[in-house]
């Protein structure tokens, strides 16, 4: 796989490193969050994926260069080296990278629905946290990021849409990425991953000793601020379970609760116990195999919801406790039985 020699790098919530390891500040769009008829007509959507890849390869250091003003922030201020054009030419003309691009201008001809979902989203994150100043918003082909297929730095969110090309696409199975992992990847995770990443920087780093109620309880203030922003989304995407998994949790939840007390692990240290309920798998580990990986976070954000139900504040005071203790002991929660 040919890696993209321009590719962004997040540096912290300030913007993204360029090509030439500066900090690029990039102008976010300021949408008045009152105005509904803004969120209707959704925002723009830049699309490097296309500049880049319809972009005249029999002069591509001239074509690099026109696409600079409006994507500094994946080509930095241009004046680029041979070796540079030469990494981005590889880039294009790879055929896993072909391959995605393909499938992308078909899968994604028209983004109207996410421009207008996602307009929407920004909208109500702006009147939750008085951010009112929107990210600028581009896709692209990342070549096959796994780890981050969304991007966000406070003024600028990206979208690589090679990760979100079905479960079926074929490179994902070529690449060995589980089926756990890729049914994931669909065009309807996109919008509630975005929300994700930019509910993420709210949440306090935890310092000293990371429990595993401290784990759970990150998770479930990260699924239910997503489920605030985005209330029409079903629960299953917005957790990442399909609908089997998301009932098999809903009917086990006592008993996934009383595995974690009766062993002692709410507030242990100890690796397997994060392993086995917050680490990615095709399930949990001393459960059936129809139960999902995950099942902690699941349960965190049932704690969560509970608190909220009892507890009148505000969601950005929500995200901001730094003691996962504090939100259990008033949540009241008591898992359901069936």
Known sequence: MVALSLSLVLSGCSGFQNKNGETQKNNSTQLDPGNTDQARTGLQIKRYEIALFESDQSNLKQSLE???????????????SDEEVTQLRSFIADG????????????????????INLGKAY????????????????????GFDVQYPIKYA???????????????????KKLGIPAYISSRYTAAHILPDCVKEMAYPLIPEKTGAYTLLDAMIEQGKLLYFTQIILPDTPEEL??????EQLKWCQQNESNLWKFIIENELLYSTDSKAMSMFMVDGPFTSSFSQESPA???AWLGWQIVKSYMDKNNIALT???AIEHSREILDKSGYKPKKN
Do not use: C
């Open 294 to 296: 995950r099942t902690g």
């Open 317 to 319: 005071r929500l995200t």
């Open 123 to 142: 909208e109500k994150f702006a009147r939750e946290t008085g951010k009112i100043n929107y990210p600028e918003t581009f896709t692209y082909l990342s």
């Open 66 to 80: 026109k696409l600079v003003p409006e994507y500094s922030i994946f080509l930095g201020k241009g004046n680029f």
């Open 154 to 172: 406070d003024t600028v969110l990206i979208i690589a849409l090679d990760m979100y090309l079905g479960s079926n696409f074929d490179m994902y």
């Open 238 to 243: 917005i957790i990442g379970f399909n609908e």
């Open 96 to 115: 896993s990278n072909k391959a995605a691009y393909h499938e992308v201008s078909k899968q994604f001809q028209e983004i109207e629905e996410l421009s």
